[in-house]
C-alpha cells in the first residue's frame, strides 16, 4: 500500500511538473509574442501604418520583410555599415555607433509576434465581377515591334492639341515623336529614363537618371530638341518621376511641382520660379516615395492646392493647401499599409456632384515581398464635399500598374483602363491589360485586347489621339524579367519585341 501511494505520489509528481514546465512555457510563449506585439505597434508606427500579420504570409515575413526591416532599423547583429554589396543607397556610408543600434533582444520578440501571428499562406482572392473577355468592340491595336532588342518604354504620352503621340525608351535614352498614323516623324535624345514629357515651343522631360534603385541624385528637368544635348533645369534630384507645371504664388511664374521617388532618400517639392531661369526650391515632404501630383483648388480659395500620391513604407494620398506667401498646409486624406504597393493615383468626380474624387491603384510587387496578394486592385474613393475621403468601390487587380477612368463608348458613365505590370501569369495573365467597360452604377464587364500577352505593360496613357471626339489608348512594355514571370513569356518578349501599342477608339468612325 505504501508502495503504491509512493508511486503515485511520483506520478503526480511528474506529471505536476511536466504540465508544470509545459504550462511555464506556454506562458512565456505566449509573453514574448504578446511583448512583440506592442514592441511592434509602439516601433513601426513611427515611420508608417501599423502592417498587421495577416498581410502577408509567415514564408514572406521571415525571409523577405523583417530582414529588411532590421537593416533599416539598425538591429544589432543585421546593420553592417561597411558591405559595399548592398544596392548604392541602401544604406548610410558611415558607421553608425553602438549605442544608436536597435536591441536584439527586442527585434526577436516583434519577429516572433510576426510568425507566430501571420498565416501559412494567404487567402484566395474573391473576385464578384464575371471573367475578362477576350476582344474590344470598336477597337482596334496597332504595335511598334523590332525598334529596340530590349524594350524599357518608360513614357508613353498623347499631344492632343498637336496631334503626336511620344513614346522614350529608359534604357536607350530617346524620345520619339509619331503622328496618328503611327509614322515616327521626330525624335530626341534624353538623359537615362524619361519618364514625363510636356510638349510645346518648349519641350520639357523628366528623366529619372537611374531605373535601379539609388539614391545618387542623377535625375533631371531638362529641355530636348531634335539634334542637340538636353539642357538641364533642375539637376541633382533623386529619381524624379514627375513634374507638375502651375502658378503657386500668383507672381504670373510657372512653378515645378516635382515628385523625387528616390529609395531611402527623396521627396516632393516645389520650385519657384523666380525668373531668368532661375528657380528657388521649396520641400513639401522630405521623404521618398513621391509618385505623381496634380493641382486642383480643393478648398475654393481662389489659391492652388496639390495632391500627392506617396509610397515607399508610408503610403496615402496628401493634399497640400495653399495658404499663401509660398506656404502650403498638409493634410493626410488616405493611407494604406506599407505593403500596399502604392502606385497610381488620379482626380476625377465619378459622381458628377463637382467635387473631385480619387482612383488609386495598389500593385508595386518589386520589393521584399513578392507574392500574389488579394488586396492588390484599383480602389476609387468619393469625396463627401468636404474633402474627406470614403472607399466606394475595389476592383481587385494582381498586381496593377495603372488605372484611368474615362468615357470611352460615349454612353455618358465613366469607363476605365488598366495595365498590370505584376499579373498572375499561371491563372489570370489577362489581367495584364483591362477594359472596364460601366455598364451602370459602376457595375463592369472586363474586356482585354487578343495581344495582351505581348508586352509587359509598364506605362499608359489615355487621350483623343486624332480629333475624333473619342478617347484612345497607348501602353508601353518594359521587358524587365523581375518577380515571377513564366520562361514561356519571356521568350516571347524576345522573340517579338514591342515598344508600344497603340488601341484606336474607333466608335466615331462608323
Known sequence: MKKVSALTAALVSIIFSVNYSCNNNTNKADDTVAEGEKLARAYCISCHVFPEPALLDKKTWTTGVLPKMAELMYVEHYYDPNNASRTLGDMPASRVQPDQLFPSEKWEKIVKYYTTAAPEKLPERTDTLSPIQIGMKNFSAYSFYGRFSNPVTTLVYFDTVAKKIFFGDGNAGKVFVTNPSFNITDSFSTDAGATDIHPGKVTSVVAIGSITPTDEPRGKLEIVKNGEDPVTIIGNLRRPVQATYADLNNDGRQDIIISEFGFRQGGLSWFENTGNGNYTKHILRALPGAIRTEVYD??????????????????????????????????????????????????????????????????????????????????????????????????????????????????????????????????RPEESFIYWENSGDNTYKKYTFSGFAE????????????????????????????????????????????SITVLENTINKK
Do not use: C
Open 455 to 498: 508586352g509587359r505593360w509598364l506605362t499608359m496613357d489615355v487621350g483623343d489621339m486624332d480629333g475624333d471626339g473619342d478617347k484612345d489608348i497607348i501602353i508601353g512594355n518594359a521587358f524587365i524579367p523581375v518577380g515571377h514571370v513564366p520562361e514561356s513569356y519571356i521568350e516571347a518578349w524576345r522573340s517579338r519585341p514591342v
Open 298 to 427: 480643393f478648398n475654393k480659395d481662389g489659391k492652388p492646392d496639390i495632391a500627392v500620391l506617396m509610397a515607399q513604407g508610408d503610403e496615402g494620398v496628401f493634399i497640400y493647401y495653399n495658404e499663401g506667401n509660398g506656404k502650403f498646409r498638409e493634410d493626410r486624406v488616405i493611407r494604406f499599409p506599407p505593403v500596399y504597393g502604392s502606385n497610381y493615383f488620379q482626380l476625377f468626380d465619378f459622381n458628377g456632384d463637382g467635387f473631385m474624387d480619387i482612383i488609386t491603384t495598389n500593385g508595386d510587387n518589386a520589393d521584399y515581398s513578392i507574392i500574389l496578394k488579394p488586396y492588390h486592385g484599383i480602389r476609387i474613393f468619393y469625396n463627401n464635399g468636404s474633402n474627406q475621403f470614403e472607399q466606394k468601390y475595389f476592383l481587385p487587380v494582381y498586381g496593377v500598374q495603372k488605372a484611368i477612368p474615362a468615357d470611352f463608348d460615349n454612353d455618358g458613365d465613366i469607363d476605365i483602363v488598366s495595365i498590370a505590370f505584376y499579373p498572375d501569369y499561371e491563372k
